[in-house]
């Protein structure tokens, strides 16, 4: 039992021998690290027992809750078959009936299903796969992807290079290939002091422009549908999402959502795109594939494209492509139990009054003080706090405003992770009606607290 540790030295450990992502690290070994012991339905216990409201279903990832019986059951039966073999010349029973049930729930164009075991390695998949499928058919110009302006796709070198965010990627800048960015229609950023109608068609047209004067050098279009999440929970209209689907139709450029975090349930629908009524040409899936449980990850493949991969053995039309773990059973098994209590429960249906119900939680956080903008897409939110909230002027980084606040929830029992300044929700989707509340609520306190002794 890892609990069985003392404290002590799993501190010293953890500060000599760990190097935590997205961590400061000098700030981190300055302070005692919060050890999580176990978890249970929508809850994270400490050494010490004391409970914590995982407001960010760790990391973006959980759905149904920690130690679900069903989930957790299903990875002990499969344990008890077979751990791991490979997807590479052999096949296994969980990875085969997870993508038929995969395809089932999913965007009807979409039919083939190639796993891997992170969003980044599911971006890295569709980039490749869109090159190759232009390459394939002789259009050998096809080198070039757009994505939106401060769009996230992974940490790895071709994510990194269609996403870009300044704040976490700047210091990789010459290792990356060129991308073309498009603003997306956020109001406040890049179309300021315009209504939402008016920078919705200015972003069209932006997009439009650039995707039709580059319309034979790109490869495809990559989208976060509905919300920007890393960038600080972005939100954009439905329209903008089907505007870029339809450019992308006029232009014959390849269409890819990376719905790896606002996929499985997060906007309200199984996928995000289906807001839309649009099927992408591929889809990234991670973060809550398993439940959240186990790394995996998916790119879905129209049958288009995977047939462009057909040819004899010679004519080396192969996907040359694969990592050690594609196609995990165990990681499959959590993923077919998890998919399953989505039938089972009635999740979606379930979550319809509680967005409306986290909606009006939030309508008295946007009137607080320093709060310049609250940005909700399902149980994905964002909320920004600014120095000065009209201007949106930012606090100086230097006053770790956002990490001040969320330290303050902590001590309340609830755990929340910020992106800079902008305080980010996005509980599991088993939370109830008193926990969106409560998590509202310590959160709204918390940014007061904060507020007030600065
Ligand atoms: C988290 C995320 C990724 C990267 O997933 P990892 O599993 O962390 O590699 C990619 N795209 C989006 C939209 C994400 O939110």
Redesign the pocket.
């Known amino acids: 039992m890892t609990s069985g540790h003392d404290p002590s030295s799993l501190k010293q450990w953890d500060h000599s021998f760990l190097w935590h992502p997205f961590t400061p690290m000098r700030e981190w070994m300055a302070e005692d690290p919060l050890f999580i012991a176990r978890a249970e339905g929508n809850y994270l216990f400490d050494q010490q027992g004391n409970r914590y409201f995982d407001g960010v279903s760790s990391l973006?990832a959980n759905v149904h809750g920690h130690g679900r019986p069903e989930i957790v059951e299903a990875i002990r039966n499969q344990l008890d078959a077979v751990a791991h073999t490979t997807m590479l010349g052999l096949s296994n029973i969980p990875a085969t009936v997870f993508a038929k049930k995969l395809i089932d729930a999913a965007p009807s164009g979409l039919r083939r299903v190639f796993y891997s075991d992170?969003?980044?390695t599911a971006?890295e998949i569709a980039l490749k796969m869109a090159f190759e499928y232009w390459a394939l058919q002789g259009e050998t110009k096809r080198d070039c992807y757009v994505s939106l302006t401060e769009s996230?796709?992974?940490?790895t070198i071709g994510?990194m290079s269609v996403g870009y965010s300044e704040g976490f990627h700047a210091r990789y800048r010459r290792l990356l290939f060129p991308c073309l960015r498009i603003a997306p229609p956020h109001a406040f950023r890049y179309y300021r002091r315009e209504s939402p109608g008016q920078a919705l068609a200015h972003a069209l047209e932006e997009a439009e422009r650039t995707l039709r004067e580059n319309r034979e050098r790109i490869a495809a279009l990559f989208v976060?549908p509905l919300m920007q999440?890393?960038a600080g929970m972005w939100a954009h209209p439905v329209e903008y999402l089907s505007g870029l689907h339809r450019l992308c139709r006029e232009n014959n450029i390849l269409f890819i959502a990376?719905e790896?975090?606002v996929g499985f349930g997060r906007t309200g629908r199984m996928f995000a795109c289906e807001h839309a009524g649009i099927s992408p040409d591929l889809m990234?899936l991670?973060?809550g594939i398993s439940g959240g449980v186990l790394p995996l990850?998916a790119t879905l493949a129209t049958e288009e494209i995977f047939e462009a991969f057909l040819g004899e053995y010679e004519e080396r039309k192969t996907f040359f492509h694969g990592h050690t773990y594609t196609g995990n059973p165990l990681a499959c098994a959590a993923a077919i139990a998890s998919l399953d209590l989505f039938a089972k429960e009635n999740t979606l249906a379930r979550m319809a009054p509680l967005i409306a119900q986290m909606e009006r939680l939030l309508q008295p956080v946007r009137e607080q003080d320093h709060v310049s903008d609250v940005r909700q897409w399902g149980f994905l939110v964002g909320i920004e706090l600014a120095e000065d909230a009209a201007a949106r002027k930012p606090f100086p980084a230097a006053k770790r405003i956002g990490k001040q606040v969320i330290l303050e929830a902590r001590k309340q029992g609830v755990i929340i992770r910020p992106l800079g300044d902008v305080i980010i929700l996005n509980p599991p989707l088993s939370t109830t009606a008193q926990e969106l509340e409560r998590l509202v609520h310590v959160t709204a306190e918390s940014i007061r607290a904060v507020m007030k002794s600065c």
């Open positions: 973006w992170a969003g980044a971006v996230y796709h992974g940490d994510a976060e999440g890393a990376d790896v975090a990234c991670g973060k990850a």
